[in-house]
């Protein structure tokens, strides 16, 4: 059973950007919010996933903006989708810099319609180790397309160290939801110095374990502070030792 106080905190959530939140079941994706007195008209597909998504990044707060968290400036959000997280992340952090990356072309209209005029840049290509090109696997859910690396791929991938380079060289806070590809990220071993706070969904694919994504985020120089396990799924929270994050 939900306590009075996170369903208080929920109710908080929701009147930020002028909802009225009090039961998820009692609740229907809004046609408009408002992002620090900027009324957003939000553009979504008609999919089951996107209410699910709505409720996580903006009600619940499942990727914790701010909290645990200190002078958050950049943000990178891979996997941005119709753009939550990041109208989340601009409703909590009104002056940060906000870079949103997500490679299905047939949600990234919704996804710079929803973050126009909020000083979101958003970019359409898939985040990996290297730069090149990717194949993008859309068979339904929107949120649940995977890419991987592929020369002949029909989309365009930027590699890690780019997008942090693009911030200025330094991320304060990465989000990432981008459905297994995480783990090529994992790889990009020296781009993970230059970030100071982790929020992600991670994704047990190829018969991965949990144990794997805390060897390989404690290898990184990141200590978890929050996990949220679901199944073949999760969300974590964690922060850079070695930058005092």
């Known amino acids: 059973m939900t306590s009075l ?14 909802l009225y939140f009090i039961r998820n079941k009692w609740f229907a994706m809004p046609r408009q919010i408002v992002i620090n007195e900027t ?27 701010g909290r645990q968290m200190k002078n958050v400036q950049t943000i990178l959000d891979v996997g941005a989708n119709v753009g939550f997280f990041s109208l989340a992340a601009r409703a909590t ?7 949103a990356y997500e490679p299905n072309p047939r949600v990234f209209s919704s996804l710079t319609a929803n973050t126009f005029g ?10 990996g180790q290297k730069a090149g090109r990717a194949f993008l696997d859309d068979p339904g859910e929107s949120n649940l397309a995977q890419t991987r690396l592929d020369c002949d791929g029909n989309i365009p991938q930027v590699s890690f160290e780019n997008t942090i380079s693009r911030l200025g060289g330094r991320i304060d ?20 110095t230059c970030v100071d706070h982790l929020r992600m969904e991670y994704h047990l694919t190829e018969h991965r374990t949990l ?6 985020l404690s290898g990184l120089g990141f200590e978890i502070t929050h996990h949220q396990q679901d199944l073949g799924c999760g969300i974590i929270w964690a922060r850079n030792i070695s930058a005092g994050g």
């Open 5 to 18: 106080w996170t369903q208080l905190g929920r109710f908080a959530n929701g009147r930020r950007v002028g």
């Open 39 to 65: 009324v957003v008209r939000l553009s979504y597909p008609a999919e089951r996933g996107i209410k699910t998504d709505f409720v996580a990044c903006v009600i619940r707060n499942d990727y914790g903006l």
């Open 93 to 99: 952090y009104p002056n940060a810099t906000i870079h």
């Open 118 to 127: 909020l000083g979101i840049e958003v970019y359409p290509e898939s985040v």
């Open 173 to 192: 806070l990465l989000k990432l939801d981008c459905e297994g590809a995480e783990w090529d990220l994992f790889d990009a071993t020296q781009c993970w």
């Open 211 to 216: 144990v794997l994504v805390e060897r390989r």
